[in-house]
């Protein structure tokens, strides 16, 4: 894809809905009008800063792409959302520019959209069973599902101001929310709007998890993850910063000293694996989750202000094709890198990174190197990398997840020099809360056991997102904490826990 | 919240405050420790070992020698100023038990965070010796505290100007000669004389814990910023440590990795003149 300037795709859109204004289009036309592209900061431009990259659509743009639509009567897109948004219905409401209506359909189920609409992996979800992509026959061309959900959830972000959701009578029950990522917040508010009091309990300085830690400011502005917690705030949440369940105080005291009524756990995948071969830990090598949190949570980009020091890359190797590895890689360009390698075992149609992240990394110039795999990382006599030696890798037979595995091609060690290693192979689940809640039933990965409804082996104790289902999306996370707010809601009324 | 409630200047850099922080007095065993930073934008996270704590008044001591950006603030900081965050306590708590005999070394600052081990191994029932090392007179600090808990106190300097002219290990190892030798040997200061402490000990058997005082960003185990070769394994000092046997720890590899920020800060040194927490070699442990 070649970038198009901003005001090129505003122009067009202006165009193209002159023309349909005021009369009924057929599913022929709707199918022929061309997908809107994303506006997006210049790709030279924005190697040089931390800004969102995307801009969101005009309006035109939105009502546009919200006419490619073709309401589909049994909506298979639907089936494709984990909280199961009306998407033709909040689609047609853009149509008709009935923008409060729209953004109403969306918060019956979801409660981030603003966020969701900017990292949710749709051409996995929604967007992978769209009909208009499956008759274009191509994913890429089903009607920009998350794109509109973003513009709608900003348009009404920027008129609300300050409002929020309103409260119901004191019930006098207390809840303990641990961690303060999109499972928690959504937690929090479902409960609080019950009436129930909830104090939300983060080891970190700063609320918002993942989304305050982990993503970076380009992909998502701090600003609107800031803005959640502040609806909290209003709504009456008590964020306790600073408090580390399992060390400040035990899961265990909060029940019993502390007399909370119910728990609930989501304390995200945050413990950072690393591949076990020689030289990881030679100066120069992090973990992304290091990088990424030294630079976002501690603004180490912003060299004059912040005390937290980040390491100076020049040429940099990352490990791994998720989101995390595409972040990582991002941010070293904006650090002044002079050349972002990503390493990865398979091809770029087996990355699990979302596919608009990729390409805006290959605009950035990341490197991609394909079907290869490190070996060991290479270091000099004062133990600072000087290099990788990889492998490369053919694709083999599917596996059980049907991917193709790759193989090793003996002999076919190769080296590149690099100063930086950012290793992004995943996150286990963090064990401070299990290791010291004997009676917390945990699985062997880490992951604590939970059942539909969150419940887990300890009662009065919920718990969901990736500490449940280990490393997974922002929108699981919601979706997880929904389902255990009304099952914790049911627990308070009095009606029996499950299991 | 987190109120300072007093302040002493116990040598020329070194500092002892008492800070409100109830639940972390209540809930902290010796060996472990906190993570302060003073100002939630910008301000980076050090780790600091809770030198003693009081539960009935809710309070904590820390102990710190004033050498980076954040240690400096934090000196500056009076009675009635408040820190504003303060995570723990973080770390496993040291594994007190009653062995015999117990050597505890302490350099510079190191003293600090051994000071509750002394206690606490002391109240076990254990013998203990305590070595305590200084560049010179000025440095030495809990001197007191220590010769009211320990069996036998030595005192040493660089310098000679109080106790021993001698280097930590030197008594170290007349211990170690000595028939029995020590059950177990507690060091704790800065990496290299904990390096050596271990290597000391190494040729008698003597079981040696250290103390890691590691680059930490989180202290929750989850950047792996602070991780330490120990044996064959990667450990993370704040989550599996600070303590550990000083025989499979990789000191040099350790050393390094410490150092990682110092050539790009000595270059912005020039432009911004203040010192980064975390890229200094830290002299002494705090
Ligand atoms: C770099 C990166 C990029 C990503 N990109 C995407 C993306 O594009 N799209 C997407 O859908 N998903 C993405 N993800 C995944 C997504 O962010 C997570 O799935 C999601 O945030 C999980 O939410 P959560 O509520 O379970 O926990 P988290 O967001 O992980 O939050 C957990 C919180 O709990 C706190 N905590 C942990 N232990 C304790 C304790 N003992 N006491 C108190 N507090 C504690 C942590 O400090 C943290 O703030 C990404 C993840 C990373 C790391
Ligand atoms: S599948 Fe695509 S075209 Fe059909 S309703 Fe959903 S978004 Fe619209
Ligand atoms: S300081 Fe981050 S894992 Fe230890």
Same mark, same amino acid.
């Given at each position: 894809m070649s970038y198009v300037a901003r005001e090129t795709l505003a122009r067009q859109a202006d165009e193209i809905l002159t023309t349909l204004e005021n009369r009924e289009l057929s599913k022929k036309e709707r199918m022929a009008l061309p997908q809107q592209e994303m506006p997006a900061q210049d790709p030279v431009a924005r190697r040089e800063t931390m800004s969102e990259v995307t801009f969101g659509y005009t309006e035109a743009q939105a009502r546009v792409e919200a006419m490619r639509c073709l309401q589909c009567k049994n909506a298979p897109c639907i089936e494709g959302c984990p909280v199961r948004i009306d998407i033709p219905g909040f689609i047609k409401a853009i149509e008709d520019r009935r923008y409060d209506h729209s953004i109403e359909i969306i918060r019956r189920t979801s409660l981030l959209p603003s966020i969701c609409g900017r990292v949710c992996p749709q051409e996995n979800q929604c967007q992978e069973r769209c009909t208009v992509g499956k008759a274009l026959k191509d994913p890429f061309q089903s009607v920009s599902i998350g794109r509109l959900e973003r513009y709608v959830a900003d348009r009404a972000r920027e008129e609300a101001e300050g409002g929020s959701p309103e409260v119901n009578a004191e019930t006098g029950k207390r809840v303990a929310v641990i961690g303060s990522g999109p499972a928690s917040i959504t937690v929090a508010a479902d409960l609080r709007r019950e009436g129930h009091a909830v104090t939300i309990l983060e080891a970190f300085h700063r609320p918002g998890g993942v989304m305050i830690y982990g993503i970076p400011e380009f992909r998502l502005p701090k600003s609107i993850v800031d803005e959640e917690i502040e609806t909290l705030k209003r709504m009456g949440v008590e964020v306790k910063t600073n408090f580390l369940v399992g060390?400040?105080?035990t899961l265990q005291d909060l029940l019993d000293k502390d007399g909370y009524d119910a728990i609930f756990i989501g304390t995200g995948a945050g413990l950072p694996k690393f591949l076990g071969i020689d030289g990881e830990n030679l100066v120069g090598v992090f973990s992304a989750n290091e990088y990424l949190t030294r630079s976002n949570m501690m603004k180490a980009y912003d060299r004059e202000r912040a005390d937290t020091p980040i390491f100076q890359p020049k040429v940099v190797a990352v490990f791994g094709g998720g989101n995390v590895a595409m972040d990582a890689a991002r941010t070293a360009v904006r650090l002044g890198a002079e050349s972002v390698n990503v390493i990865y075992r398979r091809t770029r149609t087996e990355m699990p990174a979302r596919a608009e992240e990729v390409d805006h990394a290959e605009e950035e110039g990341v490197i991609f190197h394909f079907l290869t795999s490190p070996k060991r990382i290479l270091g000099d006599d004062d133990d600072r990398v000087v290099g990788i030696e990889c492998l490369s890798y053919e694709l083999g037979e599917p596996d059980d997840s049907g991917r193709r595995r790759p193989i090793a091609i003996p002999g076919s060690e190769h080296v590149i020099p690099v100063d930086t290693v950012l290793v992004s192979i995943g996150n286990d689940s963090n064990p401070l809360i299990t290791q010291t809640t004997p009676q917390l039933e945990a699985n062997k990965w880490g992951n604590i056991v939970a059942d539909e409804n969150g419940k887990t082996s300890m009662d009065r104790v919920y718990a969901g997102g990736d500490i449940v289902?280990?490393?997974?999306?922002v929108i699981l996370a919601m979706g997880e904490g929904r389902k255990a707010a009304a099952a914790i809601n049911r627990m308070l009324r009095g009606e029996p826990e499950s299991t | 919240m987190n109120q300072i409630l007093a302040r002493e200047q116990l040598s020329e850099q070194v500092y002892r405050i008492r800070v409100a922080a109830p639940l972390i007095a209540e809930a902290r065993r010796p060996g472990q420790f906190v993570i302060v930073q003073l100002d939630t934008n910008f301000g980076e996270r050090i780790p600091l070992t809770i030198a003693d704590a009081n539960p009935n008044e809710g309070s904590i001591t820390l102990i710190f020698q004033a050498v980076g950006h954040t240690t400096q603030r934090l000196a500056a900081? /009076?009675?009635?100023?408040?820190? /504003?965050n303060l995570l723990g306590p973080l770390g496993q708590p040291t594994h007190i038990e009653r062995v015999g005999h117990v050597v505890a070394v302490g350099g510079g600052i190191g003293a600090a965070p051994l000071y509750p081990i002394v206690e606490a191994m002391k109240a076990a029932g254990n013998r203990l010796t305590v070595i305590v090392g200084a560049r010179t007179a000025d440095l030495v600090i809990l001197e007191d505290e220590m010769r009211a808990v320990a069996d036998e106190l030595i005192i040493c300097t660089d310098d000679g100007s109080r106790g021993e002219k001698a280097l930590v290990t030197e008594p170290l190892k007349r211990l170690c000669e000595a028939d029995p030798p020590p059950d177990l040997a507690v060091a704790i200061g800065p990496p290299v004389m904990m390096k050596f402490c271990a290597e000391t000990t190494r040729p008698f058997g003597v079981h040696t814990v250290v103390s890691l005082n590691t680059i930490m960003v989180d202290g929750t185990g989850m950047c792996g910023g602070c991780r330490v070769t120990v044996g064959s394994d990667t450990k993370f000092v704040c989550v599996d440590g600070p303590e550990f046997d000083g025989h499979l720890v990789d000191f040099d590899n350790m050393l390094k990795r410490l150092g990682a920020y110092r050539k790009q800060e000595q270059q912005a040194q020039e432009q911004r003149p203040r010192t980064k927490e975390q890229c200094r070699i830290p002299e002494v442990r705090s």
């Open positions: 060390r400040t105080r289902l280990g490393a997974a999306t | 900081l /009076e009675v009635g100023d408040s820190i /504003e």
